[in-house]
């Protein structure tokens, strides 16, 4: 899996949108980038993923470049439980048998 | 939505006793999965399963054992708890495309 650099920490204000970068610049063509988020003592929450296109669920938005060598996870109005650690991670989709690796993530705290 | 459950959210345990973990997933995933979590260690994959009655060792398979018996239920074992298996015990499933779902997690306490 190609490996990924997330800043160790950032603050957002509560109804802000808050824009968590990711560099993977080694990522391959048949890569995708998944992002998952870990409040404090619960497990691991699966946010959304993609492979090239800008991708958009009920809980988040995903930017990729066009290079596809970095990507910003977007929460567009973020609430105090938004609070958490986030991962962005690289890998071959059909992957599913092979375990999950977690870099250290964006410790992420939204202030009120 | 995808829902992976855990049977416990706590547990505490003596040294020497037999501990069974319980998962269970709704969503007829062939793969599920055990994790321990601990702080500085990230996520360890203890054993995982790719279908009933199959299980392959992870990166840290020592002092546990796995059953799966039906699709949906994946059991951790720990034969004869130590100390050093304090830890949060996290269960995830995926079908062979999509992202791992996991459950909320059992935090074990060995005394």
């Known amino acids: 899996d190609a490996k990924t650099t997330q800043p160790p920490s950032m603050d957002c204000a509560e109804g802000r949108a808050a824009n968590l970068p990711c560099n993977h610049s080694t990522i391959s063509g048949n890569e995708y980038v998944y992002w998952y988020r870990q409040i404090h003592s619960q497990g691991p929450q699966y946010i959304i993923h993609g492979l090239k296109n800008n991708e958009t669920n009920e809980m988040a938005s995903l930017i990729i470049t066009e290079d596809r060598k970095s990507s910003t996870l977007i929460l567009p109005h973020a609430t105090l439980r938004d609070t958490a650690v986030y991962y962005c991670?690289?890998?071959?989709?059909?992957?599913?048998?092979?375990?999950?690796?977690f870099g250290q993530g964006t410790r992420l705290t939204i202030n009120p | 939505d995808v829902k992976v459950t855990q049977s416990s959210r706590y547990l505490v345990k003596r040294t020497g006793e037999k501990v069974f973990l319980e998962c269970v997933q709704d969503m007829d995933h062939e793969n599920m999965f055990w994790y321990r979590q601990d702080p500085g260690l990230g996520l360890r994959l203890i054993y995982f399963s790719y279908d009933v009655k199959m299980k392959e060792k992870g990166d840290i398979p020592e002092g546990y054992s796995v059953s799966r018996e039906k699709k949906e239920r994946f059991s951790l074992i720990l034969e004869s708890a130590s100390t050093n298996q304090t830890s949060m015990y996290l269960c995830?499933?995926?079908?062979?495309?999509?992202?791992?779902?996991f459950g909320d997690g059992t935090r074990l306490s060995i005394l």
């Open positions: 991670i690289v890998r071959v989709a059909d992957q599913g048998a092979q375990k999950l690796v």
């Open positions: 995830a499933s995926t079908d062979r495309y999509g992202p791992q779902h």
